[in-house]
C-alpha cells in the first residue's frame, strides 16, 4: 500500500528487516543435542525480555489398541512441510487442525537469548524447548523469589530476562541410551545488566517496525511499559504461529488454511525440539526425587544447579540439585 513517510529511518529499518526476513529467515536455534563425541554440550546464555509458551504438536497419536502407547504418525501435511512439529491454535483448539486430528500436544517455551561464543563474542538466539529445561530455569526465578522474601536485601533476580540477570549455563548430556537427555543448569553468581552493546546486538538481529511494535502492544499491553529491547531479537509471536494444514488441496471439512508469507517459510522446530521428538523416553516416568539446595557461600547467591532426566513433556520429571563449581567467568 502506497503511503506517506514522515521518517527515512523507518524505510531503512524496513529494507533491512525485509532483508533479514523479519526475524526470521536467518533464526538461530541454541542446540543443545550432546555431542556425538563426547555425549555433552554445554551452553552460556543470558535469556531476554519475556518467554512465549506456546503448545506444540508432534507427530504422535494414542495408539487406538493400548491408549497408554502412542505411535509415531506422518503429519497430513508432511510433503509440504518438513518441520518436525506444528503450533497448535491453543486458543481456539475447536479450530485447531492439529488437535482435532488427535495429534499429541506438549507445552512448548521459546525464549530470545544471547549465546556467549568461545572468542567471548555474543549471538542472538532463541533456546527453544519444552518443561523438562524450562522448569529448571522457572525454578531459579522462584526460589529466588523466596529468598526474596525472607532477605530483602539480597537483590536476587526474580527475572531472568530482566534487565540485571545473571548469565547461567546449560549442559546437556547423554541420558541412558540415545534419544534421552538430562539437562542441568548452573548460574553464574554475578548478575549483569544488559549493556548497550547487547541490546544493540539484539537489535540488529530483529527490530519490529512501528506497526509490528503496535501488534505486539495490542496483543501483549504489559509490554508497552517494558524496556523496548524486550521485542528485539526474533519476532516470537510471528515465529511460533499456528499455520494449519500447509497444502490447501488436503484441507476438505478442515479449517481455514493460513498460508504463511514467503518469509514465514522457516522451520520452527529443526534443531530446536529435539526434546519431543525423542520417541523412546515416551513412556518413561521416573519417580520423583526430594530436591534441595545447598548452603552456599551467604555473600553470592548460591549456584544452582538442577538436573532433569529428559523424559516426555507430559510426565512427571526427577531433578536433583547440587552445587555449581563454577566460577564467575569474570565478563
Ligand atoms: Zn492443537
Redesign the pocket.
Known sequence: MAKRVFDSAETLDRSKSQQNGPGLSKTNYVDLKPDATTGQTVRTLRVVGPYLEY?D?SSYKRDPNNPKERIKVSFDDAEANKSFS?????ED?DN?????KG?A?ATKFAWVCLERQADGSSVVKILNKGKMLFDLLFNIEKENKEINLQEPDSGLCENLGGEVAPWFRITADVDKGPGNVKYSVGVFPKQKAITAEEVELLKASYCPTPEEFEQLYAAAPKMRDAPVWYSYGYALDRIYK?RGLKDNAQSTGTPTVTTPPADLEVSVSVDSNDDTNDAPALNTTPARKATGRKAADVTTPAPVTSTNMYVDDDSDTASTTTEDPDEDPGW
Do not use: E, L
Open positions: 503448545v504438536h506444528r503450533i497448535c491454535n491453543d483448539k485447531c487442525y492439529w488437535c482435532q495429534f500436544a499456528y
